[in-house]
């Protein structure tokens, strides 16, 4: 037993299997006499929504992780070079992460774990991050995830010789310090080009990603608009029948009306007709 593969075990489960397991593994290693290991186990800190979700993505679709890992190489490279194919890059990591975040959602629900519109935001989030920041990128791709990730800083993760391992959500202090914090002397460091590439093609990726939901939402105002244009056209025409049905019927009324009274008149007159003749016959008799 080691710690990788206890994590690796752990950052798979359910979130409600988390805690009986780790216990059950921090027993395992007391009993063998691994106290340092047993208290490492311990320390692994159980994942929220969000990381649980990134975390099952990485196990159960793999290769739909590793695009978006791919396209975050990708993006990086095209923004360091200023190549035209940024454009096309970042239209279509935007594609990739909604596509990842309904995978989530089905993920939870399957799980009977519906997620909340925040959750899928901190998912995204997270994802942009990974596009953004090779660090953040080599996190998702652990797997072992206890919380999101955003491109300010990894929460709940720390780097050791090059691979993402679990810590406590609250970092210890010092760990994960964000390059541009005060080195000896209380002197600025300078940032790190590599992170200005990150910010820069994280902020090129959520400039994009707005556009394209501005954008969305206007195709749907356009259509809307379309919408209730051929709808009015439709009631105007249907108006116009109506008021010739209308016209059509009165006239109609009116005919019958003056048709009405003519036989009224007649019926008036054979009516008196008939009662005079039947006072003559009566004078006559």
């Known amino acids: 037993m080691d710690l990788d593969a206890v994590a690796d075990e752990l950052y798979g489960l359910s979130l409600d299997d988390f805690i009986s397991t780790r216990t059950a593994r921090q027993k395992e290693a007391k009993a063998a006499g691994h106290l340092e290991l047993a208290e490492e186990i311990h320390r692994l800190s159980k994942p929220n929504a969000v990381a649980w979700l990134v975390n099952q993505l990485v196990r159960q679709h793999p290769g739909d992780i590793q695009s978006l890992l791919e396209l975050g190489s990708g993006m990086r490279q095209a923004t360091a070079n200023l190549s035209s194919d940024l454009r096309q890059l970042s239209r279509r990591q935007h594609q990739v992460v ?104 994280s902020s090129a990726a959520e400039a994009a990603r707005i556009r394209d939901d501005a954008k969305a939402r206007v195709q749907q105002a356009d259509q809307a608009v379309a919408d209730a244009r051929a709808r009015v056209a439709q009631l105007g025409r249907e108006l116009l029948q109506a008021e010739g049905a209308q016209s059509r019927a009165e006239s109609d009324r009116g005919r019958a009306q003056a048709a009405f009274d003519r036989a009224d008149r007649r019926a008036g007159d054979a009516q008196q007709r008939l009662t005079d003749a039947a006072a003559e016959r009566e004078y006559l008799a």
């Open 98 to 201: 909604r596509g990842l975040g309904q995978q989530a959602e089905q993920l939870a629900k399957e799980a009977g774990r519906p997620v909340s519109a925040d959750t899928v935001r901190r998912l995204e989030e997270t994802f942009y991050a990974a596009l953004a920041d090779p660090g953040a990128a080599d996190s998702v791709a652990a797997g072992r995830l206890t919380t999101g990730l955003s491109t300010t800083g990894f929460a709940g993760l720390e780097r050791t010789g090059g691979q993402s391992t679990p810590t406590a959500t609250k970092p210890r202090s010092g760990a994960g310090e964000r390059p541009g914090a005060k080195g000896r002397g209380g002197e600025k460091r300078a940032e790190p080009a590599e992170a200005k590439l990150a910010r820069a093609t």
